[in-house]
C-alpha cells in the first residue's frame, strides 16, 4: 500500500491513468473547490492562519510517522490530486514544525514576507536553469546583479569595477547555491586550486600537486567554533578531516588570533602549507565574530587565502549601528552568505562571493554541449549543475525590503536579543551564559542559590552540579519542544568560567520580526513550568543536600 491512508479512500478517489488525465495534470488547474485550490488560497490570504490551522502542537512519536511513510511500493493507480492532498495535510502539514511562530526562537528559520510565496511560485512556473544561458535567459543577469550587489555591501568597489566585471562571461564575482555548507566548500575549493595551481591539481590530483608544490599537506584554520561544514570541505577537497585545525575561543567565544598564529607556524614549521585562515562572522552556536581585522593580517603573513563564514552575520552589514562589528570582512579573499538566513528567503540559497573576480577561474569547467568556453553560463564556475533560479527571491528582498528594511530587521534582532539577556540576567533562576554580541544568546536553568553554590564550593562538586544541572536542562528544553507552544535550541560547549567545562544551554536565535517581548517572557514561563516538574524539584533538593 502507497499511503496509510488508501484503505480510506475510496475506489472512486483513484484516477486512471489515461492520456486525458496525464494531460489534464500537466495543464488544467483544479477547480475552485478543489482541496489544493482551497489551501493555495488559504495560504496566500492568512499563511499564519493557515499554518495555526494545520500544524498541530502536539507532538506524535517518530516512529509512528515514519509507519506512515513506511511502504516503498509504488502505486499502479493513483490518487486524486485532492485525495492526496488530504493525506498530506494530514500527515504531513499537520506533523511540521512551525518554524514561523513567535515563540519559535531556537533556530536559524523565521517568519518569511508574505512576497515571497507568489515569487517562488513564478520561479516553480518557470523552471529556469541557471546552469546556461540557454535555460535561463534573463534570469542569469539578474544573479548575477545580486552577486554583485551583495559584493558591493562587503567589499564596496566603485562603479568601474563593477560596470567591468559584473556581467563580465569570463570572471564571477561569487557564486550562487543551496546554501552556506557548499558556499563554504567552494570557497575552500577555489582557494585550493590557487594556491596548488589549477593545472597541477587538474592534471595530477592532489596527491600529484602537493608532491610538486614540495609540501606535506594543505592545512585550514579556523576557532573551535567553526561550522561543521568546514568539515565536509576539508573531506571532499581530499585535505582529510584531520587538516582542518580548530583554534580555541577567548571567554566571548571569538578566536584567539594569536594561538592561531603560533599554530600556523608551528604547522609551518612541519612542512604544511595553510591553505586558509578562516574566520566566523556569527558563530552558529553563539552568534560571536571573530576579530576580522586581526585574522586578515595572519592571513596577508601566511601569504594564505582568508575566508569569513558570514552565513548568518553577513546582513549585519545593512546595520549602520552594527556593522562595526564585522570590521575587517572586506580584507576577506571569500565571503559566505546565507540568503535562506536573514536575508528572509525559503531554504535553498547561499552565496559565496569573491573579492577577485578572477578567483573561481581556478575551478572553470566547459562543456561542449553546455558551458562552453565564453559563454556566460553559470555553471562553468558553480560546484552544482542544474539550479534554479532562487536568486530571484533575494532580488525581490533586496528591492522590496532594501536596505533601510533590512537594516531596521538586524537592529530589532539584537536589541531583542539585548532585552532577552537583561530579564534573564534579572531573573533569580536563570543564568546567561552566552552573551549576544548579534542576535544569538545562550542561557540554562540554574537558580541563584545554585550558582552561589558553584561560586564557592570545590571543582569535584562544581563538576556533579553542572552534570545534574545539564540533565535538568536537557530534559526542559526535550518538554517545552514536545509541548509544541514555545521552542529553543539546545547545544554544549566549554565554558571558561567553569574552567572549560561543557554544559548544555539553550540556544536562542532572535530574527523573527513575529517574536514580541512578551513571547521572551512566554518562553521563560514554561520552561519554569517543567523545571518545577517532580524529577527536576528531586535533583535540586539533592544539590542543596550537597551544598549544604
Ligand atoms: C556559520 C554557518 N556557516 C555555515 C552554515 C551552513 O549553512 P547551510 O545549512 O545553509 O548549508 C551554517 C548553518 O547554520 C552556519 O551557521
Given at each position: 500500500m502507497w499511503l496509510k491512508d488508501a484503505p480510506l479512500i475510496?475506489?472512486?478517489e483513484r484516477a486512471d491513468v489515461n492520456q486525458e488525465s496525464l494531460d489534464r495534470i500537466f495543464t488544467i488547474p483544479e477547480s475552485n473547490g478543489a482541496t489544493l485550490a482551497r489551501i493555495e488560497k488559504a495560504i496566500s490570504s492568512n499563511l499564519d492562519g493557515f499554518l495555526r490551522e494545520h500544524i498541530v502542537a502536539e507532538e506524535k512519536p517518530m516512529p509512528e510517522i515514519e509507519e506512515e511513510f513506511s511502504s516503498v511500493e509504488i502505486t499502479e493507480k493513483p490518487f486524486y490530486v485532492s485525495a492526496y492532498t488530504d493525506f498530506i495535510l494530514k500527515h504531513l502539514v499537520a506533523q511540521s514544525v512551525h518554524t514561523s511562530s513567535p515563540g519559535f526562537i531556537g533556530h536559524m528559520s523565521s517568519a518569511l514576507p508574505y512576497f515571497m510565496l507568489p515569487m517562488s511560485k513564478i520561479i516553480t512556473a518557470l523552471n529556469q536553469n541557471m546552469v546556461k544561458v540557454e535555460t535561463s535567459k534573463a534570469f542569469t543577469p539578474m544573479e548575477r546583479q545580486v552577486l554583485g550587489m551583495l559584493h558591493n555591501l562587503v567589499y564596496q568597489r566603485d562603479d568601474t569595477f563593477y560596470k567591468k566585471w559584473?556581467?563580465?562571461?569570463?570572471?564571477?564575482?561569487g557564486a550562487f547555491c543551496s546554501g552556506g555548507t557548499i558556499a563554504n566548500i567552494t570557497a575552500l575549493w577555489v582557494a585550493r586550486n590557487n594556491i596548488l595551481g589549477e593545472r597541477a591539481i587538474s592534471r595530477k590530483g592532489l596527491h600529484g600537486a602537493i608532491q610538486e608544490a614540495g609540501i606535506k599537506g594543505l592545512v585550514v584554520l579556523v576557532s573551535q567554533r567553526g561550522h561543521y561544514s568546514l568539515l565536509k570541505a576539508v573531506d571532499l577537497l581530499g585535505l582529510g578531516r584531520d587538516n582542518l585545525i580548530t583554534i580555541p575561543t577567548d571567554k566571548h567565544h571569538k578566536v584567539d588570533v594569536s594561538v592561531m598564529h603560533d599554530r600556523a607556524m608551528e604547522l609551518q614549521d612541519q612542512g604544511y602549507k595553510v591553505l586558509s585562515v578562516v574566520g566566523i562572522?556569527?558563530?552558529?552556536?553563539?552568534g560571536s565574530v571573530d576579530p576580522l581585522k586581526e585574522i586578515a593580517s595572519l592571513g596577508k603573513q601566511l601569504g594564505c587565502h582568508f575566508h569569513v563564514d558570514a552565513a548568518w552575520g553577513g546582513p549585519t552589514l545593512f546595520s549602520e549601528k552594527y556593522k562595526g562589528l564585522l570590521e575587517g570582512i572586506d580584507h576577506a579573499d571569500s565571503v559566505t552568505i546565507d540568503a535562506h538566513k536573514q536575508f528572509y528567503v525559503p531554504m535553498g540559497a547561499g552565496m559565496v562571493l569573491f573579492k577577485d573576480p578572477n578567483a573561481m577561474r581556478s575551478v572553470e569547467l566547459h562543456a561542449e554541449y553546455i558551458i562552453?568556453?565564453?559563454?556566460?553560463?553559470?555553471?562553468?564556475?558553480?560546484?552544482?549543475g542544474s539550479r534554479p533560479g532562487m536568486a530571484l527571491l533575494v532580488h525581490a528582498g533586496l528591492n522590496i525590503i532594501g536596505q533601510k528594511g533590512y537594516e531596521m530587521l538586524i537592529d530589532q534582532g539584537i536589541e531583542k536579543a539585548k532585552y532577552f539577556a537583561q530579564i534573564i540576567e534579572e531573573h533569580?533562576?536563570?543564568?546567561?551564559l552566552v552573551r549576544p554580541e548579534l542576535n544569538i544568546l545562550g542561557y540554562r536553568f540554574a537558580p541563584k542559590w545554585v550558582r552561589e553554590c558553584l561560586q564557592s564550593t570545590d571543582n569535584e562538586t562544581a563538576n556533579w552540579i553542572n552534570e545534574k544541572l545539564d540533565f535538568i536542562n536537557k530534559n526542559i528544553q526535550k518538554a517545552q519542544r514536545a509541548e509544541g507552544k514555545t521552542f529553543v535550541s539546545r547545544t554544549r560547549i566549554g565554558f571558561e568560567k567553569y574552567n572549560g567545562s561543557q554544559l548544555v544551554y539553550f540556544r536562542v536565535i532572535l530574527a523573527n520580526p513575529l517574536t514580541k517581548q512578551a513571547d521572551l517572557h512566554r518562553v521563560l514561563r514554561h520552561q519554569l513550568k517543567f523545571a518545577g516538574h517532580e524529577i527536576a524539584r528531586q535533583i535540586l533538593s539533592e544539590i542543596k543536600n550537597r551544598c549544604g
Open positions: 475510496r475506489e472512486d559584473l556581467h563580465s562571461p569570463d570572471h564571477a564575482l562572522a556569527g558563530a552558529t552556536e553563539t562552453r568556453r565564453g559563454s556566460r553560463d553559470l555553471g562553468q564556475q558553480s560546484l552544482e533569580d533562576d536563570f543564568e546567561l
